[in-house]
C-alpha cells in the first residue's frame, strides 16, 4: 500500500517536532514537510502535494481556515485534520465539513484511529467535496450556486428566511420577499447549505434561526420575524436540534 504522505502547519516549532515524532510511530507515514505560517505552507505544499495536511487553526497571522482556502484557489485539494486545543465552533466545523480533528495534547490512539479512516475512505471518497463544505462554514456569506429549471441562482446563506420541500425540488424563501426554486430535494439542498445558522425542524421545513422570535413545543410551531413580518411553521421537536 502506498504511503500516507503527510505536511504539518503549526506556529511552534516543538509542537511540529511533537507531531512528527508521534507520527514516526506509523510504518504507512511519510512526513514531506513542515511550516510554520500559511505563507510557507501553501508555497511547500504546492510542490510536495501531500495526500494528509495536520494543520494548527489558531496561528499569529493567517488562520488554519485561511490555510485551507488558499489551497482551494490553488486547486489542492488535500485531506485537512485539524489540530487544535478546544473551541466550539472550530470544532463545530470539523465535525461538520472537516475530515477530522484532533484535540492537543494529541495521543497515540487518536492519531491511529485518523490515519486508518483516511486508508479506508482514501480512494472511495474525493476531498474536494470535503473542502467545499467547509469553507462554506467558515465563510458564511460566500454566495452559493443553485441549479433551477431555467438555469442557475446564486444565494447567500444569510440571506434565507426558511426553505420548503416541494418533492424532488426545495422553494428557497428569502428575506427580500422573493422565491427562488432549486432541483434538490430538501436533504441534499442541506447537505449544500453547510451554515450555523440554517437549521432543519422538519421533514418539510429548513429555516434559519437568526429569524426565530417563538417556538411554541406544545403545538408544534416556530414563528420566525423579519421586518415586522411574522409567519408560523410546522416544528418537529423530534427532529429539531437547533432550537
Not at 507531531?19 to 510557507?40: C, D, K, R, W, Y
Not at 490553488?74 to 485537512?80: A, M
Not at 473551541?87 to 463545530?92: A, F, G, P, S, V
Request: aromatic content about 10%.
Amino acid at each position: 500500500m502506498n504511503k500516507i504522505r503527510v505536511f504539518l502547519v503549526d506556529d511552534e516549532n516543538g509542537a511540529l517536532k511533537l507531531m512528527q515524532s508521534l507520527l514516526s510511530h506509523f510504518n504507512e507515514v511519510e512526513v514531506v514537510g513542515m511550516a510554520n505560517n500559511v505563507s510557507q505552507a501553501v508555497s511547500q505544499i504546492a510542490i510536495t502535494l501531500p495526500d494528509m495536511v495536520f494543520t494548527d487553526i489558531r496561528m499569529p497571522g493567517e488562520d488554519g481556515f485561511a490555510l485551507v482556502k488558499a489551497l482551494h484557489e490553488k486547486g489542492i485539494f488535500s485531506c485537512h485534520v485539524f489540530v487544535t486545543a478546544y473551541d466550539q465552533y472550530t470544532l463545530q466545523a470539523c465535525k461538520t465539513a472537516a475530515f477530522d480533528y484532533l484535540l492537543k495534547p494529541v495521543g497515540l490512539p487518536e492519531l491511529g484511529m485518523t490515519l486508518k479512516r483516511f486508508q479506508e475512505e482514501r480512494i472511495e471518497k474525493p476531498w474536494e467535496d470535503k473542502l467545499n463544505r467547509l469553507l462554506q462554514y467558515i465563510q458564511p456569506h460566500e454566495k452559493v450556486r443553485f441549479n433551477t429549471r431555467s438555469g442557475y441562482i446564486l444565494i447567500d446563506p444569510q440571506e434565507i428566511l426558511y426553505c420548503h420541500a416541494e418533492g424532488n425540488y426545495t422553494d428557497i424563501f428569502l428575506i427580500n420577499g422573493s422565491k427562488e426554486t432549486v432541483t434538490l430535494t430538501l436533504k441534499d439542498f442541506s447537505d449544500r447549505i453547510i451554515n450555523p445558522s440554517i437549521i432543519r425542524v422538519s421533514r418539510s421545513y429548513l429555516i434559519n434561526k437568526t429569524f426565530i422570535s417563538k417556538v411554541d413545543r406544545k403545538r408544534r410551531k416556530c414563528e420566525l420575524r423579519y421586518q415586522g413580518i411574522s409567519l408560523e411553521l410546522d416544528v418537529s421537536m423530534g427532529e429539531c436540534i437547533g432550537i
